[in-house]
């Protein structure tokens, strides 16, 4: 079985890009195939910040008073819209 290394780009223009460097010619359904790589793509961003009730269930509604929200660590969540 042959083995592939994957990329996944933001978008469709950069995947063609990259897969021209990379030499993935053959154009699939969704990805971009040859010389050992697939080079597919997503639209727009997968992944963004939490939303601030995620650091703490009292800033799910906002308060001038706990502005600015600057936690220890930064949280991320996968955006509903890429699942």
């Known amino acids: 079985m042959e083995q592939y ?6 978008k469709p223009s950069v995947a063609q890009a990259l897969a021209a460097v990379l030499g993935a010619k053959k154009k699939q359904d969704g990805y971009l195939e040859g010389n050992g ?3 597919s793509w997503c639209v727009g961003h997968l992944v963004e910040l939490a939303q601030p009730e995620a ?3 009292k800033y799910a509604k906002w308060r001038y ?14 955006r509903p819209s890429a699942i």
């Not at 290394?5 to 933001?10: H, K, R, S």
């Not at 008073?65 to 996968?78: E, F, R, T």
Request: hydrophobic letters at 50%; glycine letters at 0%; proline letters at 8%.
């Open 65 to 78: 008073d706990d502005l600015p929200i600057l936690p220890a660590s930064w949280k991320y969540q996968v």
């Open 55 to 57: 650091y703490d269930e």
């Open 37 to 39: 790589w697939l080079v």
């Open 5 to 10: 290394q994957l990329v996944i780009a933001e």
